[in-house]
């Protein structure tokens, strides 16, 4: 491909040359060719060697970060900076709530409804139970507990699985 378009411009060169009648035209004509020809050159190179290569596509994706999940899930109720909204949805900044693993990865897995004290502030909403895997949710909780100021213990994927089994 690449060989193809250097091959044309050479083409074209020449061609330019033939047409040029006078010895001084030929000359500025020569120059102007030189340099689009090393004009094209430098962008033939470039691009052909941003082609990415193919095993590239071929590799599985990586797994979507526990940020990424936050954002895609969490975000609209608990908010960016996982503060929540007062008398609607509580904190995951320092939450003493956080501070029972099993309890948290259950408040993910299965949601819940009605009175829940979080650092002394009464709330009375609905959190519906997330549909995440197990390595989602122990991305998510990693995520949760190393931000807003969290005490920053990873949540690892047997956590979840344990936890599991005592809901
Ligand atoms: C639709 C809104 C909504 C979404 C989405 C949501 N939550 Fe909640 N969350 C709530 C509400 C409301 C409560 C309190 C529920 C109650 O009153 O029983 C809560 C409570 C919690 C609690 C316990 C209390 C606290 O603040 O520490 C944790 C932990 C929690 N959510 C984590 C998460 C995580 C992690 C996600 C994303 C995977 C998530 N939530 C998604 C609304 C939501």
Do not use: W
């Amino acid at each position: 491909m690449c060989e193809l378009v250097i091959c044309t411009i050479q083409t074209i060169t020449l061609t330019n040359e033939k047409a040029a009648l006078s010895f001084e035209k030929k000359l500025i004509m020569k120059n102007i060719c030189i340099a689009s020809f090393v004009v094209l050159m430098l962008v033939v190179t470039t691009g052909c060697g941003s082609n990415p290569p193919q095993a590239a596509n071929d590799s599985k994706p990586a797994a979507e970060s526990g940020e990424s999940i936050y954002k895609r899930t969490c975000i609209t109720c608990h908010q960016a900076n996982g503060a929540g909204l007062p008398n609607s949805f509580p904190p995951l900044a320092k939450s003493d709530y956080l501070a029972d693993k099993v309890k948290t990865i259950g408040q993910v897995i299965k949601g819940s409804s009605g009175d829940i004290v979080v650092n002394g502030n009464k709330f009375n909403n609905a959190m519906p139970a997330q549909t995440l895997s197990d390595e989602e949710i122990a991305a998510v909780l990693t995520y949760v507990y190393s931000s807003f100021g969290n005490s920053g213990a990873p949540v690892t994927v047997g956590e979840v699985k344990d936890a599991r089994t005592k809901l």
